[in-house]
């Protein structure tokens, strides 16, 4: 189940927008999150009780190049 975070979003130190988990849906034309938190995460998360995402990783697509290099 995705998850649409970013009308939550407020300032953190990990953006979504570069997150590896952060995901296109062309059947919903919007941005969300491919994370499953359990509830307890989930909780956390929107009520601001985190600064940032613990599970956030940096996307960076041009990784494989880098290791052909």
């Known amino acids: 189940m995705a998850l649409d975070f970013s009308k939550y ?4 130190r990990s953006s979504c927008d570069s997150c590896e988990f ?3 849906d062309e059947y919903t ?3 969300s999150c491919s994370l499953s938190l359990d509830e307890d995460e989930m909780v956390e998360y929107m ?3 985190t600064n940032d995402c613990k599970y956030y990783r940096y996307y960076d697509e041009y990784k494989s190049v880098h290791k052909q290099i």
């Open 9 to 12: 979003m407020g300032k953190r």
């Open 47 to 49: 009520s601001g009780l």
């Open 22 to 24: 952060y995901d296109y």
């Open 29 to 31: 034309d919007s941005y």
